[in-house]
Each structure stands twice: as C-alpha cells, then as structure tokens.
C-alpha cells in the first residue's frame, strides 16, 4: 500500500479579533521527568514541586491571567489537589501524556493509549473535558506526525507539540509557524496545531520564549521578539516547567552540554517570567482559540 506523504499545507484559521493576545503555559512534571539516554535519577531526594506550583498560580493570580497546564498523568496521580487548584483557579489543564515518554519512541496504539490514560485521571480529577496536548520534548515530529489523528480520534481540540525548529532532540524546520490545521496523508484534520514560537535569525527559526531560550536570550530580546510578533497580528507563546523557577531544586546529572541547556540561568528565570508575564496580554490556549478563532468547546 502505498502512503501519501504528511503535509504541512493545512488551512490557517483567520483571526477575527484585532486584540492580540499571547499564551502562556507550563508543562508539569518533576525535576527528573526528562528524555535523556541513560539517565536513573535518583527519585527519592523528594522534590520543591508543590512550591513551585504555589508560586506558578501566584504568579497567574498576581498578573491576572489564565494560562495553559499541561500536566502528566501520573503527576495527576501523585499532586490530585495541585490539579483541582489549577482547574479551580480557571486556567486550561491540559494534557502531557501519563509519564513522560517520547512520543516518536512508541508505537501509534502505544501513543494513544498514554494520552488516554492521561486524560482519564485529569479529566476524573478537574470534571471538565481535556481539549489540548503537548508532547514531552516536543516529540511530534515529521515521521510520527500523522500521531495528531490519535488525538484527533480521542476528540481533542488542539495540538502545542511541534515546534518548528531544528534540534538534536525535536523539531519540524519546515512546519507552518502560526496556528493551523494540519493535514496528514492528504486530509485536513479536525484540531488546530498551536506550534511554538520562533523569530528568524540568519534565515533560521529560532525559538525566544520557552524553556532554554527563555533562559538564554536577555530580557529585552525577548520582549523585543514578542512585540514584533503582536504588531503582525501573531501571538507568541511562552512556556516554562516548574524545575525552571528555582536554582535550589534537585538537579539531573547530565553531560556539560545537556547540563547546559538543562539549567542555564534557572536562578534568573522567575524574575524574567514576572516581569514578562506583567508587561503583555496573556491567556490559555483555549481561550485564545475561543476568542480568536472560534474554537467549539462544546
């Protein structure tokens, strides 16, 4: 049988609004949920997760904007309360997927079944449908892309799980920048993909407002990056972990470069984050499609 090739050419979804909003998210997970080879951390040192979580809402509350969670399913299992507090406080909880597994690394069936169970638990614990996805380390990538039907067929509402640079990780160069809806063996699915951020540097996309580029680039590139985007009418997405707002937490031993990109400028990142977060419009995921693009959350 022959298969058709995956496509990046789906339709974009007009923005109706002139009112540009960003988004900001978190994945949620612990210090030791990462996708290294060869890595056993040590779980039983215990974790500053549930004040990392305080401090997270906090933030959201003082800056008076909703955000999107994308929470682990086993986290849900561990932190049930931490879950009810995100749903409570009105932000989107997402899905993670159950533990941190690499999407490209399992099998279709395999991939389907970890967003199910996860959904289950946070669907048990919030009493409100689960509408989005991001895959751990970005791991949506060209050859499993035709994965988003899975999510698809589990009647979610949107993918954040591409991100369309080239790394040693992740990463589809050539993906559609702005939020779509993507086609895969030459049909236009049912979800929008949020793809993240990324600015052109030497011809190249480069990501400015997530996870190590947060950490990396000054301030005031960041700024600079989310502005130039909101004046063409595009949003920019910011994403963070909980480990990355405390120097103090338990750290992975990795190789110099890994460690690098795993902790470069921890100490630095709550402070960034505040005054970021203070000096843009921010909402969740969902919110921002309702509002912009008419996502159906019915």
Partial sequence: MIKEVNSFSGSQAQVK???????????????????????TPDTSKGSNFRAHMDGLLQLCSDAGCKATFFVLGCIGENYPDIVKAIAKEGHDVASHGYGHELAYKQTYDEFKADVKKSVDILEHLTGTPVLGYRAPSWSIIERN???LEALEELGMKYDASI?????????????????????????????????????????????YSGGFYFRFFPKFVIKSAIRSANRQGKSSIVYLHPREIDAKEHK???????H????????????????IVKSFRFTSISEHLQQQYGLDVS
């Fill in 17 to 39: 609004d002139s009112r540009i909003s960003n988004m900001l998210t978190f994945d949620i997970e612990e210090w030791f949920h990462a996708n290294y080879d060869n890595m």
């Fill in 145 to 147: 892309l035709h994965y």
């Fill in 163 to 207: 991100f369309p640079v080239k790394t040693f990780l992740y990463g589809i160069p050539a993906a559609p920048t702005v939020i779509h809806k993507p086609k895969v063996n030459g049909r236009e699915l049912g979800i929008y993909e949020v793809p993240m951020s990324v600015m052109k540097v030497s011809g190249k996309n480069v990501g």
């Fill in 252 to 258: 992975l031993d990795l190789p110099l470069k890994e």
């Fill in 260 to 275: 690098f990109i795993h902790y470069y400028n921890v100490s630095g990142t709550h402070a960034k984050l505040e005054d």
